[in-house]
């Protein structure tokens, strides 16, 4: 979707240090996602935004905490990546009882 | 947990065939969506169909949803080769969907010139 950019969109790192992945929006939707996918799992909500400065946990947030100063930004922050954080990334964003709309994904590697 | 199931996890077929996927979910949902994504990228959204509604059609898409077997199928008509990608069942429960879908593990549809 061209309206959702992520960046970095591949990262290698090493278990210990903190990761900061991010999400940029032009579609000025007021919720934000981070879903991660790992195979035989499909995908998994980290944690969302419904509001600037409003965030939630999903089902997998442990080891991640979001922020959303903006509209149009919400960051995903790894405080000390480990190996089981390794998967890719995606953001979405959308209105309550619409489709989602995602960007391409981060691929994460931590050794 | 997963709240939607895929079935089949791998599909392939000819091209020209029609291609049938099932998914099957745990609680009570407001709607139920489809998504496609191809390799390498992003999911894309295919179509919705809301707790009220029994099928939805999308050009070469149909899709049922059978609420009290807790279960929707995604057909796709006169497949092509473009239609080689994961499908996706999602589920948003009574939420709306605004505290985030819940996926299936998917379907790999692979299509066969």
């Known amino acids: 979707d061209a309206g959702i950019t992520q960046s970095p969109r591949h990262k290698v790192t090493e278990t210990g240090t903190p990761v900061t992945l991010r999400c940029h929006q032009t579609e000025n939707h007021r919720y934000m996602y981070w879903y991660r996918q790992d195979p035989g799992h499909g995908l998994r909500l980290i944690h969302y935004?419904?509001?600037?400065?409003?965030?939630d946990k999903g089902e997998v947030s442990d080891g991640y905490s979001v922020s959303r100063s903006k509209t149009e930004d919400f960051l995903l922050t790894l405080e000390s990546a480990t190996s089981s954080q390794t998967s890719v990334y995606f953001c979405?964003?959308?209105?309550?009882?619409?489709?989602?709309?995602f960007g391409d994904g981060t691929r994460l590697s931590i050794l | 947990s997963q709240q939607g199931e895929e079935d089949p996890q791998a599909l392939s077929i000819q091209e020209g065939e029609n291609a049938t996927m099932n998914c099957s979910y745990k609680?009570?949902?407001?709607?139920l969506q489809w998504y496609r994504q191809n390799s390498g990228r992003g999911l894309v959204h295919l179509i919705l169909i809301r707790s009220n509604e029994r099928e939805k059609h999308s050009g070469r898409l149909r899709v049922t949803l059978d609420t009290s077997k807790k279960s929707s199928s995604l057909l796709i008509t006169a497949s092509r080769a473009a239609d080689t990608a994961s499908y996706f069942c999602?589920?948003?429960?009574w939420g709306g969907g605004a505290d985030g879908l819940t996926f299936g593990k998917g379907t790999h549809l692979i299509i066969q010139p």
């Open positions: 979405a964003t959308g209105h309550a009882g619409q489709p989602q709309h």
């Open positions: 609680t009570s949902i407001n709607n």
């Open positions: 999602a589920t948003d429960g």
């Open positions: 935004s419904y509001g600037v400065k409003d965030t």
